[in-house]
Nanobody, 117 residues
Framework: QVQLVESGGGLVQPGGSLRLSCAAP????????MRWYRQHPGKQREWVAS???????RYGDSGKGRFTISRDNAKNTVYLQMNTLEPEDTAVYYC???????????WGRGTQVTVSS
């Protein structure tokens, strides 16, 4: 069982920045593929970014160029730095963990990001 707790969401003006955090206390964090997803109201959840156990990163179209995913294994935490935010980035952002060799992944409860003037 992996528990994930997201934080860092909130209201920000267009062009602003936010850093989301996702803590996974008590887990074998360094052995997890960590991912961020987001979900707009009434739409399917979409993949934003991933960071593997070797720290390699990948981004979906929504995350390329403006978002940066990182991880701190000593703190069991993954981050999503979001810059130059746009109203279209308004969504609930979810953290996801997939342990190595597992078919079962885990989700946090999400954190709301609202980009509005």
């Amino acid at each position: 069982q992996v528990q994930l707790v997201e934080s860092g969401g909130g209201l920000v003006q267009p062009g602003g920045s936010l850093r989301l955090s996702c803590a996974a206390p008590g887990s074998a964090f360094s052995r997890n593929l960590m991912r961020w997803y987001r979900q707009h109201p009434g739409k399917q959840r979409e993949w934003v970014a991933s960071i593997a156990t070797d720290f390699s990163t990948r981004y979906g179209d929504s995350g390329k160029g403006r978002f940066t995913i990182s991880r701190d294994n000593a703190k069991n935490t993954v981050y999503l730095q979001m810059n130059t935010l746009e109203p279209e980035d308004t969504a609930v952002y979810y953290c996801n963990a997939l342990p190595l060799g597992s078919l079962l992944d885990y989700w946090g409860r999400g954190t709301q990001v609202t980009v509005s003037s």
